[in-house]
């Protein structure tokens, strides 16, 4: 089953952002940030094999997380699967720490097929 994927508002601004800011620091970040939408997009496919994010039981719904990048920029890519969609909620450095329940925003129901 092939699924699609999208990406909510605040995880393309946390995408962005990280772009920013590795973009003021490697000359790497377009190769990066490519990298990424690759990785987000490679979601189609078997998104279950990524294992729950570690803040997952706080949440009324499972939360998954795909790892991106190389040390020392290692992002969480933080999604959920509902019916035939995978949604991307947030993008977040590794090393930050465990999100709360306020950061993050679900889609709504209303949108499934």
């Known amino acids: 089953m092939k699924y699609r994927v ?3 508002a605040g995880a393309q601004s946390d995408a962005e952002a990280a772009y920013v800011w590795l973009a003021a620091r490697t000359a790497h970040a377009v190769s990066w940030f490519n990298g990424l939408v690759d990785a987000i997009e490679s979601l189609a496919e078997f998104p279950t094999r990524w294992p729950l994010a ?3 039981e706080e949440f009324d719904e499972p939360i998954r997380q ?3 990048g190389r040390p020392p920029h290692i ?3 933080l999604f ?3 019916a035939n969609r ?3 909620l947030h993008v977040r450095h590794g090393a930050r720490q465990t999100i709360e329940l306020g950061e ?3 889609p709504a129901d209303d949108n499934l097929p």
């Open 80 to 82: 959920i699967i509902r």
């Open 104 to 106: 993050l925003r679900f």
């Open 86 to 88: 995978v949604t991307v």
């Open 54 to 56: 570690r803040e997952s």
């Open 6 to 8: 999208e990406i909510t």
């Open 75 to 77: 992002y969480r890519i």
């Open 66 to 68: 795909m790892l991106y």
